[in-house]
């Protein structure tokens, strides 16, 4: 028995001690949004009080583009957004079920800003940093996850998928891989910066442009993958500059307009339940010195496929991506739009004028403002 009694305590010790340090490992403050989890009752509130005309949902893809008041004053509409750093198509659903469509407000529209394959790539950003706020939202909870992700993340119903769910709980690996990960890359960028005075988001920007496409040799075969089985020669160019298609090895590379693919039947059954006119807007990604940002014959299928599901759904597609006025120097890093004041009011008469025809009537508004 005693024998017995001693393996045990090391037993406990071998599973205590790791999952006490998965627990405690210590987050990079840099991480976007890092573990901060969602105050719902909050941001119902927030909705109720603004009563808004008008919900935007997206990411940083939304908010370094817009401002909700500017919106309200170009739009004469009231305007809120629900958006969230780093956020993809698991948490819009829960924005519009869990927060908007559970608070008293209830705007006429809801526009979702979205890149390329996001809106059928469900399993995209559920770990590591969002699932904290996932869990604040009570994602796995409801009927529609599990329909969606139940499969990928097994099932906690079957003796498997318990045991699969209880491994996670006791030892959080998916938070430690890619925040280890960060950890490693800015310590690796702050060794390499000899001679400079450069931080690890400089570095980063840095090798990002030295290692980008457009540096490739020209005289020899371009063979550069799109990351993804069957979209190898997917790149599109522009002005000689390839362009990466924006495929991701465990993206979609196929649009897939079924229950089970998705979060988007899910949020377009709900917005239908709820009188709310759905409106998509793809935004355009960093593009070419020459300022086209062409799509691949993957892509351009897929996209094809989208826009016809969405109309036949009755909802509003608007798509910014073969604008060259939406120039290369109104980006900054990756995707993101400069927060200079003049390229500001540039998208935003952009994309109000891209948009008043379809949403300006369900706004009820005739007489929008000018900048």
Same mark, same amino acid.
């Given at each position: ?9 090391? &037993? ?43 919900? %935007? #949902? ?16 170009? @739009? ?23 927060? %908007? ?65 209880? &491994? ?89 307009? @079924? ?7 899910? %949020? ?9 006119? %759905? ?48 120039? &290369? ?8 739009? @400069?927060?200079?004041?003049? #390229? ?22 005739? @007489?929008?403002?000018?900048?």
């Amino acid at each position: 028995m005693r024998s017995f009694g001693q393996f045990f305590v090391v &037993l406990a010790l071998a599973i205590a001690l790791p999952s006490w340090l998965c627990h405690v490992f210590d987050y990079p403050d840099n991480v976007v949004q890092g573990t901060k989890g969602y105050d719902v009752a909050r941001e119902q509130r927030k909705l109720e009080q603004a009563d808004p005309d008008w919900v %935007l #949902i997206g990411n940083s893809m939304l908010f370094t583009r817009l401002s909700a008041p500017t919106l309200s004053e170009i @739009s004469g509409a009231k305007v809120s957004f629900l958006s969230r750093g780093g956020s993809q198509s698991a948490i819009w659903f829960l924005f519009l079920k869990k927060v %908007l469509l559970a608070s008293e407000a209830r705007p006429k529209l809801v526009t979702v800003f979205f890149r390329d394959t996001d809106l059928t790539w469900p399993d995209f950003r559920v770990k590591g940093g969002n699932e904290k706020p996932i869990a604040d939202l009570q994602g796995p909870m409801e009927p529609e996850w599990q329909q969606v992700l139940g499969r990928r993340e097994g099932n906690r119903e079957s003796l498997f998928g318990w045991f699969s769910g209880l &491994l996670r709980d006791v030892f959080p690996t998916s938070d430690l891989r890619p925040m280890a990960q960060r950890q490693i890359q800015e310590r690796a960028f702050r060794i390499t910066r000899i001679g400079t005075r450069a931080n690890s988001s400089v570095r980063r920007a840095e090798l990002n442009e030295r290692f980008s496409l457009a540096h490739l040799r020209t005289d020899l075969g371009l063979d550069a993958s799109g990351a993804g089985e069957g979209v190898d020669n997917d790149l599109a160019t522009a002005g000689g500059e390839a362009i990466d298609p924006g495929f991701y090895e465990d993206g979609p590379l196929v649009f897939d307009a @079924s229950a089970e693919a998705s979060f988007l039947p899910h %949020l377009i059954r709900l917005a239908k339940a709820n009188q709310i006119q %759905l409106h998509f807007h793809r935004i355009k990604r960093k593009p070419a010195s020459n300022h086209a940002r062409p799509d691949g014959a993957v892509m351009a299928t897929y996209m094809r496929e989208l826009a016809k599901y969405l109309k036949a759904e009755g909802c509003f597609f608007t798509d910014e991506s073969g604008d060259l006025s939406l120039t &290369l120097e109104m980006y900054v890093d990756g995707d993101h739009i @400069s927060s200079n004041k003049e #390229i500001q009011k540039r998208y935003l008469a952009n994309f109000w004028e891209r948009v008043r025809p379809l949403i300006g009537p369900v706004l009820k508004h005739s @007489s929008a403002k000018g900048l």
